[in-house]
């Protein structure tokens, strides 16, 4: 059974990897994470913010939803509260090179060109394999129109391509008007590959305080079927490798996100919940399925549920709405 797969042109002994999360802020979990079984790593994301805090373009951006409230400004992270700063963060990922054998995939974090460019040929010198654009933006200026958005989106990615040699994957949210021609156009930049998706974390409110404060929760298994339909949408039209993110808790979505047609499964709640060994059990889950169905190869399964090529594509569209809602059971 050959389970190999490629992404972002590195050969991958399996199509499992370890998506960014706070086990890379430090070198042993780099260690673990191969000891577990990751067939690549993608290294915690180094933001734009601890790059550009003084920078006029980055604080054109960050003020967007400020109002008057000066507030505000107090969502955002002091220099000082970031675990790593820039340096350390290369140096960090120059010594994790040094001590494992799997590639290491750097990541980006942030929305405009600012210092990217810049830190995107430093983390390529430092050893970074391929790299990882984390677009992460909530547009809240009623005068900032979608197309303005791509745009900004579409400048940056283009500005990285071209600044470094190696491999750029693009993760961006699920919320475009046309998220198929969105990516006919990041394609057009250069960049290899689409990681989808970003999740989208909310804020909510404190009733005792009347602040708004953020929330964390990890990924639950339903989450992936948004990330599946996408990529089950794109395999075979656009010319970019990938990769699903989100909700990866089991083989069952292993299978699903490759069958719809995923160069790789990216995982991080489900490790942080059972530590690193549980790639090894989803790797197993996966070789089961793979032996059940008679399916000798990763390539062989890869796509056989997409848009292209299952029997009525009009599942992916309105009519899967449609047959959805009228299954629906009244209240007794």
Request: glycine share 6%.
């Amino acid at each position: 059974m050959d389970l190999r797969t490629t992404y972002l042109g590195l050969e991958l002994e399996h199509p499992l990897v370890a998506s960014a999360s706070p086990l890379t802020e430090r070198l042993d979990g780099f260690l673990r994470l191969e000891d577990g079984g990751a067939a690549a790593i993608v290294m915690h994301s180094l933001f734009e913010e601890q790059i550009l805090e003084e920078e006029a373009a980055l604080d054109h951006y960050l003020h967007y939803g400020h109002e008057s409230y000066a507030e505000a400004l107090s969502y955002f992270p002091r220099a000082h509260e970031y675990r790593l700063t820039p340096e350390r963060h290369l140096d960090l990922l120059a010594r994790a090179k040094e001590r494992v054998s799997v590639p290491i995939i750097a990541s980006l974090n942030g929305v405009s060109r600012g210092g990217w460019v810049e830190y995107a040929r430093l983390l390529e010198e430092a050893g970074a394999d391929a790299l990882e654009l984390n677009l992460y933006y909530i547009p809240t200026d009623p005068a900032l129109s979608g197309a303005e958005v791509e745009a900004m989106y579409l400048d940056t990615i283009q500005a990285v391509v071209e600044s470094v040699r190696i491999p750029v994957a693009v993760k961006v949210g699920h919320a475009f008007t046309a998220f198929a021609h969105f990516a006919k156009r990041v394609e057009a930049t250069g960049a290899k590959a689409l990681v989808l998706f970003n999740r989208f974390y909310q804020s909510d409110f404190d009733l005792e305080t009347l602040s708004v404060v953020p929330t964390l929760s990890l990924s639950q298994p339903y989450e992936s079927l948004l990330r599946i339909h996408w990529i089950a949408l794109l395999f075979g039209r656009v010319d970019l490798e990938l990769a699903l993110t989100g909700g990866v808790h089991s083989g069952k979505e292993a299978v699903k996100g490759l069958m719809a047609g995923a160069q790789v499964v990216m995982m991080t709640s489900a490790v942080l919940q059972r530590g690193p060994g549980h790639f090894c059990a989803v790797l197993s889950e996966l070789k089961a399925f793979m032996e059940e169905k008679g399916y000798e190869s990763v390539q062989e399964m890869r796509g056989v549920m997409s848009y292209q090529k299952v029997a009525e594509p009009a599942a992916f569209e309105r009519a899967n709405y449609l047959k959805v809602l009228a299954s629906c059971c009244p209240l007794p």
